[in-house]
């Protein structure tokens, strides 16, 4: 199975930008970059316009488990690590805040496009139906129309990335390894 690193080197390898990587976004909860939560899943998503600049969006967690939804991947702050945690559900954010914007923030549009806050050029956009991959090295986004693409690829990378491996416990040089293994 390819890991999170081999699905950002597929998307790379198709000229994805960034590689599907989701910038500045990490694992709050169960734990803090927990090595053993892995989230991966199809995207829905909530866009809020009406979000007061340095203001934390609010997901009410119970509810979201309840539905059956798999994790949370907040392009803002999140807060009550306590609740998540107990949830036991991943979620993924940008940062934590003892704030909320509950009184200010009002869902404007579900299931539709949104893009990623920052200066990204280009914008980095997601999509309802892309595959959310998320674990504590970070989340990856890969849009529907490239996942057999990438899985194709991954399946490639993990071979290599195998033979890679072996080379270097018999002493090989990385720069070696690679050229021979990793075209």
Do not use: W
Not at 28 to 50: H, M, W
Not at 110 to 118: M, R
């Amino acid at each position: 199975m390819a890991n999170i690193t081999t699905v950002a080197d597929a998307l790379l390898k198709i000229n994805n930008p960034y590689g599907g990587f989701l910038p500045d976004i990490v694992m709050f909860s169960p734990e803090y970059l927990d090595r053993n939560s892995k989230l991966i899943g199809p995207v829905f998503t909530v866009k809020a316009d009406a979000v007061p600049a340095n203001s934390v969006v609010f997901v009410s967690a119970p509810p979201t488990k309840i539905r059956g939804a798999k994790g949370v991947v907040v392009d803002g702050r999140v807060r009550d690590l306590e609740e998540l945690r107990d949830d036991k559900l991943p979620v993924f954010a940008k940062a934590v805040s003892v704030l909320s914007a509950k009184a200010f923030t009002r869902p404007t549009s579900f299931n539709e496009s949104v893009i990623l806050n920052g200066n990204y050029d280009p914008q980095i956009r997601i999509n309802p139906g892309d595959i959310i991959i998320a674990d504590l090295n970070g989340v990856v986004c890969i849009p529907q129309q490239d996942l057999d693409r990438v899985l194709e690829l991954c399946e490639k990378y993990v071979a290599m990335d195998q033979k890679v491996k072996e080379e270097l416990l018999k002493g090989t040089t990385i720069e070696k390894s690679f050229a021979l293994h990793r075209k």
